[in-house]
């Protein structure tokens, strides 16, 4: 079910002009896991992350040279995945393989976190995290962070992730997916809260031991 | 009387939307009764900020940082 076909496996350096810098080539293959796990957020698939990554690597290869320097080289390859990102999943949806996102129902997480009249739930009521600077920081948190995306619903984290990696409006987003708006602040709230609840507990609790 | 899981819909909602002036006010007044609805809304921020930055600089690697050229931005399309 991959949108594009599969690449062979194979360095990022092959084919580079012979102008790049080698300093260019090894951070590419530096960045390759991070760019992976990114691609593998939105896409929820080993196979079509490599392949978009595969052809982040190629293009950025290729367009070596249109590299301006100002927003630095990482932020920049990772543009080029994010286009590429949108590509497949614009092409998944024209080929009907995009699954309609249906979260209208309750979802049981979140209830556990509220008691019946609405306020928090004495295990789930939010704790602080300390300075934020210093959060986003830290290579735990990174992990965590990293670690309850994954955990996330399929609908749940491909919205949150075009909203917030990707910086799409609902506008957009809805109109990619083909749903309400409504819908959409609805699985974001939701994503944020279990996003949070995560967080929170891998967190505080790696920190503390 | 605004109950905490309604507060945080429009803490979640205020990313997307601007929220109305009833919606601003009750959202505020629950803020400042409500501690643990607080955190949640520094970490309903925190999250997008962490997301904008998730990529290119999470893990502290900084690596060479002073590669200046001239020329036009791309913005990789």
């Known amino acids: 079910m991959t949108a594009t076909p599969p690449t062979q496996e194979q360095d990022p350096d092959e084919g580079a002009p012979a102008t790049m810098s080698p300093t260019r080539t090894e951070r590419l293959s530096a960045i390759r896991p991070k760019l992976v796990s990114f691609a593998r957020m939105h896409l929820r698939n080993n196979a079509m992350a490599e392949d978009a990554v595969q052809e982040a690597l190629m293009a950025a290869i290729e367009k070596d040279a249109t590299f301006a320097g100002r927003s630095g080289y990482d932020t920049w390859v990772f543009g080029i995945l994010k286009y590429k990102i949108l590509d497949i999943m614009r092409y998944q949806k024209r080929q009907g393989h995009l699954q309609p996102l249906d979260e209208e129902g309750d979802d049981e997480i979140i209830d556990r976190q509220f008691r019946q009249n609405g306020r928090w739930e004495a295990h789930s009521r939010p704790a602080s995290w300390g300075d934020p600077d210093a959060v986003v920081e830290s290579q735990h948190f990174w992990k965590v962070f990293d670690a309850c995306m994954i955990a996330l619903p399929e609908n749940a984290a491909r919205v949150f992730s075009l909203r917030e990696l990707m910086g799409l409006s609902t506008e957009e987003i809805c109109r990619l997916l083909e749903i309400r708006e409504n819908n959409c602040w609805v699985i974001l709230h939701r994503a944020r809260l279990r996003l949070r609840q995560c967080i929170e507990k891998g967190w505080l609790e790696g920190e503390t031991s | ?77």
């Open chain 2, 1 to 77: 009387m605004m109950m905490c899981k309604e507060a945080t819909r429009l803490m979640s909602l205020k990313h997307e939307r601007e929220l109305t002036l009833q919606e601003r006010l009750s959202l505020r007044l629950h803020l400042s009764m409500c501690g643990a609805c607080r955190q949640c809304d520094r970490q309903f921020s925190l999250l997008g900020e962490a997301a904008r930055q998730y990529g290119p600089d999470h893990e502290a690697d900084q690596h060479e940082s002073g590669q200046h050229e001239s020329g036009q931005e791309d913005d990789g399309r």
